[in-house]
């Protein structure tokens, strides 16, 4: 039994959550948080074993985190910046992409690994009884400790290079990163519950996330979807594609970090006017934030009536 179990079990005797009990919405969720709070040690040592397991005789250790996407940022640079051309319309574009797949690797993380967090404690689940909650939280944790790695990253080349943005559009960055990990909380605490009982549901979320990751303005910009409205005569195209939460969170993530997508560059030549962004962004940021809160309550009492047979399931 490892440290993690010998606390489980500890903190799990004074455990009074009635499952099968009915309370109210509120009552309920507020009683879930209420647990993984008195359980808090519990959650650090999860996320450090979550971390400790994915490197595990690894020699590289956490470099692995900034592997895959440093790996991608080099073919969509390669391929989409230089062969496709679109670094001739985006000025720094080496930022602009990785500043996207910074946030989108925090995002699709929390999503992955969360969807198969209870599967993946199989064995804690069955021999302790705790909130369940913990182990997608713990997972979230566990991505935010490599979003700070290659956030440092992505700090670091854009003070390198001269282009750290001294404005008020810093805020936009922790609003873009509450978005997207409120979304990620929500459809980990879902998807690892219906998880348990359909085991299809993590391959499904591997090809959803590759759908919305090019659904997403991560390697071509906005401004490429509003020309394409407007070539098309399809003024409904741009709130379209804002549904998306992801969208509206990289595209402030972006605002926040990519100073150069906020001024006019001379491009080869070619003078680049400075990147549209939707005129009500921050309203639209409001309120995709006040919906992924919204998720997360139903998400929650979702498993929360899901959770009951979990140790039998699995």
């Known amino acids: 039994m490892d440290k993690a179990q010998r606390v489980a079990h500890v903190e799990a005797l004074p ?74 319309a985006i000025p720094d574009f080496a930022i602009f992409v990785y500043a996207g797949l910074t946030l989108w690797a925090l ?27 913990i182990f997608p939280l713990a997972a979230t944790g566990s991505a935010f400790v490599n979003f700070g ?20 559009n810093l805020l936009y960055i922790p609003v873009a990163v509450a978005i ?11 998807l690892s519950a219906v998880n348990v009982y359909l085991r299809d549901i993590q391959y499904l979320v591997e090809v959803g996330l590759l759908v ?35 969208s509206t969170a990289i595209l402030a993530f972006q605002r926040g970090i990519w100073a150069a997508g906020s001024e006019e560059r001379v491009l080869g030549g070619v003078t680049v006017p400075p990147q549209p962004w939707p005129a009500d962004l921050d309203l639209r940021l409001l309120i995709t934030f006040v919906v992924g809160l919204v998720l997360v309550v139903v998400a929650q009492r979702v498993f929360s009536r899901l959770q009951g047979n979990f140790a039998q399931e699995i």
């Open 212 to 246: 919305f990751f090019w659904a997403s303005p991560i390697v071509y910009s906005w401004s490429f979807v509003v020309e394409a409205g407007e070539r098309s005569d399809l003024p409904w195209l741009e709130s379209t594609y804002l549904i998306n939460p992801m």
């Open 107 to 133: 995002y699709s993380e929390i999503v992955v690994t969360g969807t198969q967090s209870i599967l993946s404690n199989a064995g804690l689940i069955k021999k302790v009884y705790l909130p369940r909650e």
């Open 180 to 190: 997207a990990a409120v979304y990620g909380v929500a459809l980990a605490l879902l």
């Open 15 to 88: 455990f009074e959550r009635t499952v099968a009990g009915r309370v109210g919405v509120f009552a309920g969720l507020w009683r879930a948080i209420r647990d993984v709070i008195a359980r808090r040690e519990l959650l650090g040592l999860l996320v450090r074993r979550e971390l400790k397991a994915r490197y595990k005789d690894s020699s590289l250790g956490f470099l692995w985190s900034l592997i895959k996407p440093l790996t991608m940022l080099l073919i969509y640079f390669v391929a989409i910046g230089q062969f496709l051309g679109a670094a001739r």
């Open 149 to 168: 790695v290659q956030f440092l990253i992505l700090i670091v080349a854009v003070v390198a290079l001269g282009q750290f943005p001294i404005s008020w």
